[in-house]
């Protein structure tokens, strides 16, 4: 079956680095784009950016554009997400999902907590 | 371009129907998420009115003009959950405001 599996939960402190990874299997890794939004605590569902895994082209939310980097290994069927100078306000869950450019959201991760705290 | 619009929440009794409402989404591209806290969303409709294999048919979708509306009939416990829009504009993908469903 379609599976995105996520990389194991982080802490990190204020001014540090974060990169999450997700390993994609059943389907074939450069037909679909990944696209990765968040979840802060009590908040709603945040669009981060999308990464075409056949190419590597890139679209990133403006509010994160200089801290977010996306890439993809197709050795490996994995993509990752860094971000980067973390601050409180990233403390979230963070999904990645098949799917994005208005295409549906499906499947997605189980989600990787990253709390940032010092 | 900013969040879409919904209701924060909504409650009915089980066996009710609900609707509620997405707005300002001038694109068809309109996907609907299902989420329970802890677990990962759960796409439940894609392209305002179509419902993917597996999906109960209690769940429906609907879009005119900038407005998309989800319709959960029969509520039962199960669907307590918070419910997110999505649909894509100016080259990214935007999520709603998310409405609460409490099944009272």
């Known amino acids: 079956q379609v599976e995105l599996v996520q990389s194991g939960g982080e802490v990190k402190k204020p001014g540090a680095s974060v990169k999450v990874s997700c390993k994609a299997s059943g389907y074939t890794f450069t037909s679909y784009g990944i696209t990765w939004v968040r979840q802060a605590p009590r908040q709603g569902l945040e669009w981060m950016g999308w990464i075409n895994v056949y190419n590597g082209n890139t679209n990133y939310a403006q509010e994160l554009q200089g801290r977010v980097k996306m890439t993809t290994d197709t050795s490996t069927n994995t993509v990752y997400m860094e971000l980067r100078s973390l601050q409180s306000d990233d403390t979230a869950v963070y999904y990645c999902?098949?799917?994005?450019?208005?295409?549906?959201?499906?499947?997605w991760g189980q989600g990787t907590l990253v709390t940032v705290s010092a | 371009q900013s969040a879409l619009t919904q209701p924060a929440s909504m409650s009915g009794s089980p066996g009710q129907s609900i609707t509620f409402s997405c707005n300002g989404s001038?694109?068809?591209?309109v996907s609907w998420y299902q989420h329970h806290p802890g677990k990962a969303p759960k796409l439940i409709i894609f392209?305002?009115?179509n419902r993917p294999s597996g999906v109960s048919n209690r769940f429906s979708g609907s879009k005119s003009g900038n407005t998309a509306s989800l319709t959960i009939s029969g509520l039962q416990p199960e669907d307590e959950a918070d419910y997110y829009c999505c649909s894509y504009a100016g080259a990214r993908d935007v999520f709603g405001t998310g409405t609460k469903v409490i099944v009272l």
């Open positions: 999902v098949r799917g994005g450019r208005g295409g549906p959201f499906d499947p």
């Open positions: 392209e305002a009115s």
């Open positions: 001038s694109s068809d591209r």
